[in-house]
């Protein structure tokens, strides 16, 4: 079964805004144990509203007979700096004032999300990563951290995901604090504070969540007679009300400024310059009616890294399409292991 665990790191961290937290914890589950030659790790990087626990929202790649059987595999995924499942955040007890953070939480790049799994890295001793995988913010937070420790990993899966954020994608967030502002109780320092506006920020997330087939197949009136209280607008009340339930506005804010600021080539001479950093074998992967990373982003990704692989999810699912289509994307990572095998043969042979 899945272990979970707390890392503390007890002395100050510095983020690259020059804000500092006075120290920190993250919250990470493992799952197998690592081999003698400690050459099985598996590395996970979860999205914007997700836990540590992979098994959870990504059950169908991990676990007995799957693509990631912890019979062979050793699989890590901590809970990401700022956020609500067990990781230091805006609800955490700030040490300095025994009160909690709330409004007073820096913001944080993914750059410095990294930095905090690195000393989690380094604490577990885990020299080598086998694979390191994300996706969506995941994905954003696998590609700076293989870029800033190149010799670190292997290889490299990144689904649904880009090196820089788009216009686009701010926009969608945006809108979405900026119905997080528009709750009156946004301003006050409770753990419940914006969670109106949290609830409509999600709703709106999932119109770049999902797709136009996606609603269609699922939300479609069965009748000819019906003028309101339609399946779609409960499905949307539906899903602000289940995420209010488990998260809170503060880290949905900081997540989405944080995805926002994704931009890999930042002080290092632009995208592709970051991109040549990579050493770990890569392989995109995008879902072919993501509206929110579309697959021109991994498509270009693939064509700046020069050995690289392309997987396409063929979905109706919309971005959400990386956490449906575990059939099609255990084969894309199965077939990318197979096609390193090949190449290592044939060069072993001349």
Not at 205 to 219: D, G, K, P
Not at 220 to 241: H, K, L
Not at 281 to 307: K, M, N, S, W, Y
Request: charged fraction near 15%; glycine fraction near 8%; proline fraction near 4%.
């Amino acid at each position: 079964m899945p272990e979970h665990h707390v890392f503390h790191y007890q002395k100050e961290f510095e983020l690259e805004s020059g804000a500092a937290l006075p120290g920190l914890q993250l919250a990470y589950t493992t799952y197998g144990q690592l081999n003698t030659q400690a050459s099985n790790v598996v590395w996970v990087c979860h999205a914007l509203t997700g836990s540590s626990d992979f098994t959870d929202w990504w059950a169908g790649l991990f676990g007995e007979g799957k693509l990631y059987d912890p019979a062979k595999w050793f699989i890590v995924c901590a809970n990401t700096l700022g956020g609500c499942y067990g990781s230091t955040g805006p609800l955490s007890i700030n040490p300095e004032t025994l009160q909690p953070y709330y409004h007073t939480f820096p913001a944080f790049t993914n750059r410095d999300v990294v930095a905090a799994f690195d000393l989690l890295r380094q604490e577990l001793g885990l020299q080598h990563i086998h694979t390191l995988i994300g996706g969506s913010l995941g994905g954003q937070q696998a590609l700076e951290w293989a870029i800033w420790k190149p010799g670190v990993f292997e290889r490299l899966v990144q689904v649904a995901s880009n090196a820089r954020h788009s216009p686009w994608g701010i926009a969608f967030n945006e809108t979405q604090r900026m119905a997080i502002r528009q709750d009156p109780t946004w301003n006050e320092s409770t753990e419940t504070a914006g969670l109106g506006g949290l609830k409509t920020a999600r709703a709106v997330a999932m119109l770049s969540y999902r797709h136009y087939n996606t609603y269609q197949e699922s939300q479609q009136e069965p009748g000819n007679s019906i003028t309101d209280n339609y399946r779609a607008a409960s499905y949307q009340v539906y899903q602000g009300e289940k995420l209010a339930q488990r998260f809170n506005a503060y880290t949905y804010w900081l997540l989405s400024k944080a995805m926002d600021s994704h931009h890999v080539g930042r002080n290092r001479g632009g995208v592709q310059k970051a991109l040549a950093h990579l050493q770990a074998r890569c392989l995109f992967v995008g879902v072919d009616t993501d509206i929110l990373f579309p697959v021109e982003e991994q498509r270009r990704l693939h064509a700046q890294v020069p050995g690289s692989s392309f997987a396409l999810l063929h979905s109706n699912y919309g971005h959400d399409g990386f956490l449906m289509e575990i059939v099609q994307l255990s084969e894309a990572i199965s077939q990318f292991y197979i096609e390193e095998e090949t190449v290592e043969l044939v060069n072993y042979e001349r």
